[in-house]
């Protein structure tokens, strides 16, 4: 089984910043696209940024120049880079990894961010 684990949500002011980790572990042999999706209250959930293996990054158009997607390979980590933070941005954050054997789509159970004065 695999697992990924998202840490560094919370509460923060409008015009804040917040980092976000997910980091996957169990029985996989490698881990090749991870990505960022969120789901605002009432919405559907929308992709936020994806990241390939060798760094190719892809954004929502909204929130490029905002949003940063970065990962560690040796750590089967991915990471978001948050900035400008809006009271819109309020949301729960999920991540998502593509393992190689087995071939799957995991997901995380998902961290909230709260963008409120």
């Known amino acids: 089984q695999v697992q990924l684990v998202e840490s560094g949500g919370g509460l923060v002011q409008p015009g804040g910043s917040l980092r976000l980790s997910c980091a996957a572990s169990g029985r996989f042999f490698r881990v090749n696209d991870m990505g960022w999706y969120r789901q605002a209250p009432g919405k559907e959930r929308e992709l936020v940024a994806t990241?390939?293996?060798?760094?190719?990054?892809n954004y929502a158009d909204s929130l490029k120049g905002r949003f940063t997607i970065s990962r560690d390979n040796a750590k089967n980590t991915v990471y978001l880079q948050m900035n400008s933070l809006k009271p819109e941005d309020t949301a729960v954050y999920h991540c998502?990894?593509?393992?190689?054997?087995?071939?799957?789509?995991?997901w995380g159970q998902g961290i909230l961010v709260t963008v409120t004065s």
């Open positions: 990241i390939t293996r060798g760094g190719t990054t």
């Open positions: 998502n990894a593509d393992t190689l054997a087995p071939n799957r789509r995991f």
